[in-house]
């Protein structure tokens, strides 16, 4: 397992879900990938990658509250992979999410 040169980012299911709290359910936050098999991992997945942590973090803000949602709680309208990054489980976009 080699370490990548720049650290990428992917969207994960939100951590408060995994603790209780299922509002969560459908939110996306970023989860880091660091070497070359934690990116072989999410790219079989389905899931997408960024070079960049802002580009990451814009994306992840549209897809969370995008026009259907109300109030605070976000709900991405992807799914999620059965394989995990850091524990979560990778984001599978919807055809509807924005290009990555």
Not at 33 to 58: N, S, Y
Not at 75 to 83: E, Y
Request: proline share 3%; glycine share 8%; hydrophobic share 40%.
């Amino acid at each position: 397992m080699a370490k990548l040169p720049k650290t990428k980012y992917t969207a994960v299911r939100h951590e408060a879900h995994y603790l209780g709290n299922h509002q969560f359910a459908k939110c996306v936050v970023h989860g880091a990938i660091t070497t070359d098999k934690e990116l072989e991992r999410v790219q079989k997945a389905g899931g997408v990658v960024f070079d960049d942590f802002i580009e990451a973090d814009d994306w992840f803000y549209k897809v969370n509250y995008h026009a259907e949602v109300e109030g605070l709680v976000a709900r991405a309208r992807g799914s999620f992979s059965k394989s995990v990054l850091e524990g979560q489980h990778i984001y599978i976009p919807a055809k509807e999410d924005p290009s990555a």
